[in-house]
């Protein structure tokens, strides 16, 4: 087993906030995945089995897949689903998160978010996640412990 490693996380939302400050330790995507949609709609498969929850935009939680299961039907194949459903069905089983600040400020820049906080955790890697492209160090991790929670500086070298 690997050690806990020390990761960065940005929270950017009142929804970042309280679910950090309760311990609520999940991220989400509001989208559904892809590889879900082509095996409910396109091979018309129901067995949960058949629906991976490690995907391309992390490792989903088994609450995640069995809500799609039970949500799909009620959308059309190309429809557009409620941000509620989103949400739902694109809950990850832990936080997006960066292993270094360079990371946080490539992802913060140009964002229309004020009041933005940055914490410094120890956790437990999870998967990669689609901010691990461009040069951006994302990971989904379960954190542990929490060292700081401080405002975002841009550039700062906190």
Partial sequence: MKPNEIFYRLLHSQAHFDDWNAARYNSYHYSVPGKWIDTYYKKGLRDPKDFPLCLYSG????AARDNFLQIAGKYAPAALWS?????KVSELDGVCAFRDMASIHLYAQGTPYGGMEVVEFEGIFVSHIPESNAGLTGVLVK???TIS???YRAHSNS
């Fill in 59 to 62: 490792e989903h939680t088994a």
């Fill in 143 to 145: 954190p542990l412990k």
């Fill in 83 to 87: 941000e509620a459903d989103l949400k």
């Fill in 149 to 151: 929670k401080k405002p």
